[in-house]
């Protein structure tokens, strides 16, 4: 009479059945560069719509002076241009946070480049391509919204002194306050969390982290004068749908539990 021990029977071979990390054929790797390749032209798409809309652009409630920056209302002179101001009375009580740069900078390291590259290193090519993909999809979604939609953020408060003053001042230097409807940052951090929670278990120490400091994205987005709470919930939105539709098109994952039988082949009527 043999003996096994539990560890054997209760845990199936995982080296059998788990992808080999970074294992994929030349022709993977060849579209995997030209995917991480098309985030960062996308990516560029947003630099260039985020300027100061002509006023023949779409009607707007509010104006903004392209010189002086400061709101017009209603719209005055052939110089102002138009754009939606999306301020609500919560916005004026949210306080301003320079140190919150920290994860609004990184943010763009982690999620088009970290996050995608995790997903090759556990051999998962297809979830690589489901969030690459899902990025592409969401900013061409939202540079439709940045061109019809202008929204503009005003930044009323001061950098600040010291490091932290430093830190809002390079994000404010390399981006303009328009194209705030929705947030692109709030997208493609819902699409990075959404990723890393699913590799929480290939990587478990690493995705809780990241999840974790990707969460602050949220909050950095209002508290640097960046975005209006209207946006982040617009964002979280755009970034939820196109993650999971393209993990559908893509992975095609079964709706149904693997142990649940169709009625017609169970022999019962429940």
């Given amino acids: 009479m043999s003996h096994t021990s539990p560890d054997a029977t209760s845990r199936p071979d995982q080296s059998a059945s788990s992808p080999r990390a970074w294992s994929f054929t030349t022709t993977q790797w060849v579209w995997a560069v030209i995917v991480i390749v098309s985030i960062g032209v996308v990516f560029y798409s947003y630099v260039r719509l985020n300027v100061a809309p002509p006023a023949s652009r779409w009607p707007g409630f509010y104006a903004t002076d392209p010189a002086t920056g400061q709101l017009l209302q209603p719209l005055t002179g052939s110089g102002a241009h138009q754009t939606f101001v999306l301020k609500s009375w919560l916005d004026a009580d949210i306080p301003f946070v320079p140190l919150l740069a920290i994860p609004y900078l990184t943010f763009l390291v982690i999620v088009p480049l970290v996050v995608p590259l995790m997903n090759l290193a556990a051999g998962s090519y297809r979830r690589f391509l489901t969030i690459a993909i899902a990025m592409i999809v969401a900013q061409l979604l939202l540079d439709v919204s940045y061109f019809l939609f202008q929204s503009y953020v005003a930044r009323d408060v001061q950098a600040g002194d010291g490091f932290p003053g430093w830190l809002v001042r390079l994000v404010w230097g390399n981006d303009q306050?328009?194209?705030?409807?929705?947030?692109?940052?709030?997208?493609?951090?819902?699409?990075?969390?959404?990723?890393?929670?699913?590799?929480?278990?290939?990587?478990?120490?690493?995705?809780?982290?990241?999840?974790?400091?990707?969460?602050?994205?949220?909050?950095?987005?209002?508290?640097?004068?960046?975005?209006?709470?209207?946006?982040?919930?617009?964002?979280?939105?755009?970034?939820?749908?196109?993650?999971?539709?393209?993990?559908?098109?893509?992975?095609?994952?079964?709706?149904?539990?693997?142990?649940?039988?169709?009625?017609?082949?169970?022999?019962?009527?429940?």
């Fill in 177 to 270: 306050p328009y194209n705030g409807y929705p947030s692109g940052h709030c997208a493609w951090t819902t699409i990075g969390i959404l990723a890393l929670w699913r590799l929480r278990h290939r990587f478990p120490k690493t995705s809780w982290i990241l999840m974790a400091w990707l969460f602050l994205v949220y909050p950095a987005t209002v508290m640097l004068r960046q975005h209006y709470l209207m946006d982040v919930y617009a964002g979280i939105f755009v970034g939820f749908t196109c993650y999971w539709a393209c993990m559908f098109a893509i992975e095609r994952p079964r709706l149904v539990p693997r142990d649940e039988l169709p009625l017609a082949t169970s022999g019962a009527v429940r």
